[in-house]
């Protein structure tokens, strides 16, 4: 990966994607941003493409904001059809996303705040919408234009290494600086966890337990600083306490 110092502290905008959809990207944006609250910073969230609007759900700018607090929360569209933006948008007949766009409304929440979160759709390379030309873009290449760094949210458990590998590689190939947080780690971890954990520790930022999204607010709010590094303005500052405690 790009080299940075892992003391350095992410400011600015940061992308959040996943190795696949239903990692824990929304409940780890909103415990990156209850964090970065409790530091004092000032933090905005923005979601580019909302989609499956039409399952009944809260969507994911609903959750960041029950669970976070945090006062600026934007979705800039809201498709349907729970598909990738791009196919949603297609789907539903409504204008797909456009690249330029996207990033203006980014900037223009960078310019008034010290953290933007960006929380993507699926993974990496899912198409979200088109540029002007008229071809199809992914949040890698909001990353690239934005000369933003990424979190990868991941799993835990069988499968992950691989999945975890083919982003984090995406992203180095494109000069991306990016780290991982896993999005839910179990209450009781099997010999496949924590043999992943080995692997993943040198680039993990943080590590959610698993149902975090399910706790009051104000308990999540005050426990968000212990799941990450102060990297991202939390308190987690050695892996092995974290694993006795967590084990």
């Known amino acids: 990966m790009p080299s940075r110092s892992e003391q350095h502290e992410w400011h600015g905008v940061v992308l959040v994607t996943g190795t696949d959809t239903e990692v824990g990207k929304t409940i780890t944006t909103a415990a ?39 006062e600026t929360v934007r979705t800039l569209a809201e498709y349907p059809e729970p598909l990738a933006p791009l196919a949603a948008a297609k789907v539903a007949g409504l204008p797909p996303l456009d690249l330029s766009d996207v990033v203006d ?52 458990g069988l499968g992950t290494l691989n999945h975890t590998s083919l982003t984090l590689e995406a992203l180095h ?18 010999l496949v966890h924590w043999a992943n954990l080995g692997d993943l520790v040198p680039h993990m930022v943080g590590a959610l337990p698993s149902g975090a999204g399910s706790m009051d607010p104000g308990v999540f ?3 968000a600083p212990g799941w990450l590094t102060p990297a991202l303005h939390g308190v987690l500052d050695n892996w092995r306490v974290w694993a006795e405690e967590a084990g």
């Open 105 to 156: 409304a980014i900037r223009a929440e960078a310019d008034k705040h010290d953290l933007v979160l960006v929380e993507g759709a699926g993974g990496l390379l899912v198409p979200m919408g088109l540029r002007a030309s008229g071809e199809p873009w992914t949040f890698a290449d909001l990353a690239t234009t934005l000369g933003a760094d990424v979190i990868v949210v991941a799993r835990a």
């Open 173 to 190: 190939r494109r000069g991306v600086y990016a780290r991982v947080i896993i999005g839910a780690w179990p209450a009781e971890p099997e």
């Open 32 to 70: 990156m941003a209850a964090a970065a609250q409790s530091a004092g910073l000032r933090v905005a969230v923005i979601k580019p493409g909302q989609t499956g609007t039409n399952t009944g759900a809260p969507t994911d700018a609903d959750v960041i904001s029950r669970l976070a607090g945090t």
């Open 221 to 223: 709010r005050r426990s």
